[in-house]
């Protein structure tokens, strides 16, 4: 029924969920994530990342709105579309007491994998995540990035084509986020898509090739993570003119817009001297008043995630954890 070559991986759309307490976690959201993509959902704390991942793989009731994952609909397709799904939860999940065989193997069995397959794939699973060595001790004697790699070990388990993470680096130690990194790659090169949540701006930076951004339960954007860089990194002033410009002026050498005849927005690449502003301002004979510099929503929004991020530092030094 569906065209494979617009094979989107998931695909949300209206999605809204009003939790019993009153609160509104997500007010509509429209987000398509293509086959093979790797994918930033970014926001911060409370923007409503955990519930669109919670309601994707079907831990939460949606309110309204329709998910399809690889073309099979939540609601309808329900087997099959968990069947597509490896999730990563951000709490750690393991049954503490099993060994960490059957933190992998149990799960297998729930997919319908036989029992022969079940065993290959555990092997493989663990072997990939380097855990083969460590299958017979208990999953609580593991250290906090060995746990998370368990869980990723587990998510794969019966070959999902869309692996889904949430937080999978927070709070763990700087080694331990690289080394996921680099096999998140791998796997994503050999073409399983990946959908991550994160604040980390540097976390999706380093990794994804779109993201979208959420905020208060809203999608503020959606776009390939270099334009969504190039964005940040532009910065727009507002010019009050002693005299009045007419309606078609252009500032030469930059990106400007009138506002009204007494005043003109500027665009300018952030590091760009403000003296070569001034120069071209000169030139064109006019002068200024005043001038502020325009908030951008996208920076404010950065902002926030980067104060946390630093708040999150500082808890790192203080409560050192999860080393491998
Ligand atoms: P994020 O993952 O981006 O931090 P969440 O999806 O966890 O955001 O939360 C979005 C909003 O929904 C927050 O205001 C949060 O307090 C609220 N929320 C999350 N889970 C529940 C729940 N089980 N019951 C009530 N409110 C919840």
Redesign the pocket.
Known sequence: MHNRRSMQALSIRNLSKT???G?T?LRGIDLDVAEGDFFALL??????????I?IVTSL?NKTGGTVEVFGHNIETELEKAKACIGVVPQEINLNQWDTVYNCVYNPAGFYGLSAKRSRIRTETCLRELQLWERRDETARNLSGGMKRRLMIARALVHKPKLLIL?EPTAGVDIEIRRSMWDFLRHINQKGTTIIL?THYLEEAENLCRHVGI?DD?RIVENDRMSAVLRKLHQEVFLLNLEESVPADFQLQGFSSTVVNENEIEVEMHKGTSLNQLFKALSAAGINVTSMRNKTNRLEELFMRLVERREDERTREVTEPEQRI
């Not at 926001?43 to 669109?52: F, R």
């Open positions: 939790y019993a307490n609160v976690a926001g911060p704390n409370g923007a409503g990342k955990s519930t669109a919670g939460v949430d949540t959420i339960g």
